[in-house]
């Protein structure tokens, strides 16, 4: 039965495959796409195919968070910073024929701020448009002529451009959507170097080169997303040719992908960080001596080395060295048990403490693998004399009991919207961000970094800002309120053949210059 | 007969109505918030209650049945929380592919394992008997994922003679109607998609079908030896037929019933369980997609595919109720 089953099928399939190939390039991720509504989606699964087919007013620079024009050529800022007149590309088109106007970004926004937008009700919200605050940011969209789009501001926000480069502001064509409504996420019409071609769901996404794109044309004829689970087969099949890239490696294959002259593997730090705050609601640590005694007992290169396999760097800032701002000045608390124990000693605990140390029941992308990390910490405190019960609580759970700061420490960690530092340092401590349920999740309340923070969020001057996160960077340290432990490095792999290819700080995958060489 | 099926399709109505009150208050009770689960570390309080609004998770356990039964009379089982898309549609294009591969593993578990457990029950105690019941032990026992590793490697990698993932090469493209590949393809008269479609096929199909194939074995071997014991095949023997009458005639008729049972249990486990190979081979099928549903809380989508999946297995049963009554008229228990 098998063995004549066996000659049908490899007959059969031997027949088609001498046809002629279009140049095709097949990516490899662990699971789908979970929408192409820009407007809808959170993951970056979703994002890595919207990347391609939608473009926004203005765009990052390919290899770092700079803001370049895009869909808007230029853009004027009125002197109270309030008014942004954009001034659009004239001749661009959707991939549905229908023309990019000034309308067309009303729409695309308007369908997220406007609540009495005809397509502003969908279940779940517009969540990336509240995450990132721009109903507190905005005050008016308005399109006085076919080139010429207003954004007129609450107050002044200079985060608020980066924001826009997001996918979340993506022009979407009106048409579109008036005529799928609800199916829209999967019918998605953009301006973007590719359009949609098909989506088989948990099997492929196609997308083929917009012959009409208004700049330089893709290089490939298609680019199709494969979803395959198990990082095992996703290896395989890049080892044998059936994908082309990767991204998000095992650590395990990246000794293998470096040894083969027929891969090439691209890495660099993530917008990420992984960290442990500590509760300064609670005792002892409201103590700083206790919270740098803590910070001075973990050693982040030991997680570093045994945990992520060297792809991770130890963290000293809560911010990532791509950010810009960074502040590379600040030497961190090295890994001194010693003086981790007189720190303690000081503060009144000579014998250490008991207390609970939190982590997440699954894996995140900063923190692949929370339940050993929290074992190595657990090992590291152990050291300086500090019994900490290790306690976890699914995900959910998890979740909302940190925000409530049920926790005396926590494991948790964030990945960064936007390139901007005030995506992390405003969002995660500031002390606006403290009340319950919080993402401060170190009840962290520092009048002195609020006032920098206020201060960097409304200069429009990049050098002053970028000094003032400086700033904000050096009272974070000194007053510990967590232990910054790794940035996680993003990677791909794809074939020696494939060029153009680059790695960007937001995750973003774009494959507009991506091309197969001989 | 007809009396028969009828009553068995009766009683199937509270049982589905039990399932589904059972999944319904089940998803209600574990733990975990869906909002919360959904939103992960950008969750605060004003999306949070946004969510839960919008889901109607703030709504009382009553109301919040009454809503989901109702939709369930009209046939709408709402839309999945993580993927926007109707539940109904999500199922329709899935079930296919977990559907087609497991008539593909069937029929391979179904040829192999009876003519193997005949064979083994004709040569009882000779070395061709010994031989396929340790096959068939050594398959009974093995772990499905290592299985197909093992595949994988053997018939992928060494001898690259099939595709490791997915339904259909990258270069293929052809209009999906039923989501049956194989069907589809057929219809369009697409011979190159077909031979690709069941080359696809073939791994995880082996991978599937080598459990119920030994399953199958063993239990043809066992009754057939059972049956060849009688008395009336002994008369047979008398009346000096063939040993192929004897067997194929008069006793493997008898010796397949509870085989047939151990076949319809295997098809329904297989129409919900395949889950592993799906992940491994990354199929597209149903069972892939409830475990991603069940990982994100999404509520409605596992309430609809356990009650697809709970139904499937009901019907294969009954399938099977159905097979005995005409195999054994002893069994019509309508005439009792």
């Not at chain 1, 808007?72 to 109270?80: G, I, K, P, T, Y």
């Not at chain 2, 109505?13 to 959904?38: C, E, H, K, N, R």
């Not at chain 2, 060849?228 to 040993?243: F, H, M, N, P, V």
Request: hydrophobic fraction near 45%; charge should be neutral.
């Amino acid at each position: 039965m098998i063995i004549p089953f066996l000659l049908i099928v490899l007959t059969l399939a031997a027949c088609g495959s001498e046809k002629q190939q279009l140049t095709t390039l097949v990516f490899g991720r662990g699971s789908d796409s979970v929408g192409l509504d820009p407007g809808l989606e959170t993951d970056g699964e979703s994002f890595k195919v919207c990347d391609n087919i939608y473009e926004t007013l203005v765009a990052y620079h390919s290899e770092s968070t700079a803001i370049l024009p895009q869909l808007a050529h230029s853009w004027d800022v009125s002197a109270d910073q309030l008014t942004w007149t954009f001034h659009l590309r004239r001749g661009v088109h959707f991939h549905d024929g229908t023309v990019f106007n000034a309308e067309a970004m009303l729409f695309s926004l308007g369908r997220q701020f406007y609540k009495d937008h005809p397509h502003h009700k969908v279940e779940g919200g517009y969540r990336y448009w509240k995450d990132m605050g721009m109903d507190d940011i905005l005050a008016e969209l308005a399109a006085p002529d076919d080139s010429t789009f207003v954004i007129r501001l609450k107050k002044p926000n200079a985060p608020f451009l980066s924001n826009l480069a997001m996918n979340f502001c993506a022009a979407v064509s009106p048409t579109a959507i008036k005529k799928y409504g609800r199916d829209y996420f999967k019918n998605p019409v953009g301006t973007g170097p590719f359009r949609f071609i098909e989506w088989r769901k948990d099997e492929r996404i196609v997308l083929a080169r917009n012959d009409n794109y208004w700049g330089p044309k893709a290089k490939l004829d298609r680019l199709i997303f494969k979803p395959i689970q198990e990082a095992a087969i996703r290896f395989l099949e890049l080892s044998q040719g059936t994908v082309q890239g990767l991204d998000n490696l095992n650590p395990e294959y990246i000794d293998e992908i470096r040894d083969n002259p027929e891969l090439q593997l691209l890495t660099q730090p993530g917008m990420n960080v992984g960290y442990l705050a500590m509760n300064m609601d609670k005792a002892p640590f409201d103590d700083l001596r206790v919270r740098r005694a803590i910070n001075h007992a973990v050693n982040k290169q030991a997680l570093v080395d045994n945990f992520y396999q060297g792809l991770a760097l130890a963290a000293k800032n809560p911010i990532p060295p791509t950010l810009w701002g960074y502040n590379d000045k600040i030497t961190g608390y090295a890994y001194d048990p010693n003086k981790a124990r007189a720190l303690l000693a000081e503060a009144g605990f000579p014998d250490g403490f008991e207390t609970e140390l939190w982590a997440m029941p699954v894996p995140r992308p900063y923190m692949p693998q929370p339940d050993k990390i929290a074992q190595a910490v657990q090992a590291d405190l152990a050291k300086i004399g500090v019994r900490a019960r290790i306690v976890q609580w699914e995900w959910g759970t998890y979740l909302d009991k940190v925000s409530n700061g049920e926790h005396p420490m926590a494991l948790l960690g964030w990945t960064g919207d936007n390139g901007d530092p005030d995506n992390f340092l405003y969002v995660l401590l500031d002390k606006t961000a403290a009340v319950k349920p919080a993402q401060n999740i170190a009840f962290y309340k520092s009048e002195e970094l609020h006032k920098v923070l206020v201060a960097a969020r409304i200069s429009a001057d990049r050098d002053q800002r970028s000094k003032l996160y400086q700033q904000a960077q050096e009272i974070i340290f000194h007053d510990a309120p967590w232990v910054p432990l790794v940035h996680a490095t993003q990677t791909a792999a794809f074939h020696r053949g494939v060029s153009g290819f680059k790695l960007h700080p937001t995750g973003s995958k774009w494959f507009h210059s991506t091309a197969f060489t001989p | 007969m007809y009396r028969f099926v009828l009553n068995r399709f009766i009683s199937l109505v509270p049982t589905l109505l039990g399932i589904s009150f059972l999944v319904f208050l089940m998803l209600y009770l574990v733990p975990g918030d869906p909002a919360q689960v959904m939103l992960g570390e950008r969750a605060n309080a004003e999306s949070l209650a946004e969510l839960r609004a919008t889901m109607g998770l703030d709504q009382p356990f009553h109301v919040q049945f009454y809503r989901f039964f109702t939709g369930l009379l009209s046939g709408d089982l709402g839309r999945s929380i993580r993927t926007h898309e109707k539940i109904t549609t999500e199922i329709l294009q899935r079930f296919p592919a977990t559907f087609e591969l497991t008539m593909a593993s069937m029929l391979m578990a179904m040829t192999v394992g009876i003519s193997a457990g005949i064979w083994a029950a004709v040569r009882r105690g000779k070395i061709a008997d010994l031989l396929s019941m340790v096959l068939a032990t050594a398959g009974i026992s093995m772990p499905v994922f290592w299985l197909a590793l093992m595949l994988i490697l053997l018939l992928g990698v060494f001898l690259p003679l099939f595709p490791v993932s997915g339904r259909l090469s990258t270069h293929i493209y052809f209009e999906p109607i039923t989501y049956f590949y194989t069907l589809d393809a057929l219809l369009q008269s697409d011979f190159e998609a077909f031979g690709d479609i069941l080359w696809h096929l073939f791994l995880p199909a082996l991978t599937l079908g080598t459990i119920p194939m030994a399953v199958i074995a063993r239990m043809t071997r066992a009754s057939l030896l059972e049956v060849l014991g009688e008395d009336y095949i002994r008369t047979a023997w008398a009346k000096g037929l063939s040993q192929r009458m004897v067997v194929l005639r008069h006793a493997v008729k008898n010796a397949f019933i509870p085989t047939l049972t151990v076949i319809a249990l295997e098809f329904g486990y297989l129409l919900g369980g395949a889950i592993i190979t799906e992940t491994i081979f990354a199929w597209p099928g149903v069972g892939r997609w409830l475990f991603l549903a069940v990982q994100a809380r999404d509520f409605r989508a596992v309430q609809g595919g356990v009650l697809l999946l709970a139904t499937v297995f009901v019907l294969a049963n009954l399938l099977a109720d159905v097979l005995y009554a005409w195999l054994d008229p002893r069994i019509r228990y309508d005439k009792k």
